[in-house]
């Protein structure tokens, strides 16, 4: 079950739950829900960062008590080009396969990965996530 919700995702997250954002295979959370998930979880941007060889539909995950956060490997590269899509749809599908098998029967909090910055089609990015989060409870924030 997935339920579209506005608001601050960090505040509304009450553990036990698992907290996943997409991000590049760079190194780098220099802008949007990234870079804020970088400020709130800084030993989880560490370990992201002293990743190598980051691969697509890679997750790594950090323990924060009984939340889970993941960095999910959404897109290769990341840029400010409107006309180029950064997210990778295959991507986005088997690193949510992955977070929701670590879930387990926890709810998984995220932003609408892949929706803003990377220009992903919020239909097929929601198609996506409807097939993987089937049998889930998933909350995608939204900013519009």
Not at 45 to 70: A, P, R, W
Request: net charge neutral; with cysteine; glycine share 8%.
């Amino acid at each position: 079950m997935i339920e579209y919700r506005k608001g601050n995702l960090f505040l509304d997250c009450t553990p036990p739950a698992v907290l996943v954002h997409g991000c590049n295979a760079q190194g780098v959370m220099g802008s949007g829900f990234a870079k804020q998930f970088k400020e709130v979880f800084p030993e989880a941007y560490h370990k992201y960062l002293n990743q190598f060889n980051l691969q697509l539909g890679q997750v790594i995950s950090m323990e924060y008590g009984d939340l889970t956060v993941c960095s999910a490997i959404t897109q290769k590269f990341y840029g400010r080009d409107k006309t180029i899509r950064y997210v990778d749809y295959w991507a986005v599908q088997q690193s949510l396969l992955k977070v929701a098998t670590l879930a387990k029967d926890r709810p998984i909090y995220m932003p609408f990965i892949g929706g803003g910055l990377a220009n992903g089609d919020r239909t097929i990015l929601a198609t996506i996530c409807e097939e993987v989060f089937e049998n889930s409870t998933a909350y995608v924030y939204t900013l519009d």
